[in-house]
């Protein structure tokens, strides 16, 4: 099949609506397309992790804030007819694109689409197995303190792009004030995040640098 340049082009390949083998060939064609458009979509390291995490529960609810075109969220769903998906989104023009490969695809039923800020948008209460959170980097610490009560009691919380580039090391690398202040709030997470009660933290250096936090069973 050829790979799409335009949004509207990916939307000629709906005849394999059912056909969820077939089906990820376009998964593959939103990744190009993401890829082409500068979407900032998930590094392929991180996204198996995520598999592999999902893998390891029974019926895994998946809770993604930052859904971009809605390529992780598809590739969760498409892992097992049992896994349930709820995405947020607030950004308009990627609403419009998750909603169309959402419904275009054989998995539209194992997601709900929340259309809306994170902070604020009601979220279904859980509990989450896993939480992904994939949205504004400045707001994490408030993302993490409203959907940590939602996760499952062996639940695990992903953040992603907890090395910004590199920068977050090499602060030097940048002279921008805006990505200083970001590096900073992204510093300052992760020292929340270790010393958070209850909690336990692992940074793994796969992909952008990604946040692995558990509960702490007191059994
Ligand atoms: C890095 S992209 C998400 C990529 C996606 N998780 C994936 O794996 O392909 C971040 C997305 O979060 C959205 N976003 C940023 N802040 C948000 C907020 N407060 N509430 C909801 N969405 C937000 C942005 O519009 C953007 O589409």
Redesign the pocket.
Known sequence: MASCTLFSACQNSRLMIGDKMEWMNELDEITAY?REHQI???MDES?SLIKKILKEYEHPRFL??????G??SLMAASIDPSVRVVT????ED?IRQAEENFKNSPYAAQITFLKG???EVEIPEGPYDVI?I???KS?YKRFFERVSPMLAENGVIISDNMFFHGLVEHPERTHNRHTKGLIRRLKQYTDYLTSLDGFETSILDIGDGVALTRRINHA
Request: glycine residues 8%.
């Open positions: 993401g900032p979509i998930l996204l993604e804030i930052g859904t971009a075109i390529r992780t947020i989104e607030r950004d990627m800020d994170a902070r992904f994939d949205a504004a707001q």
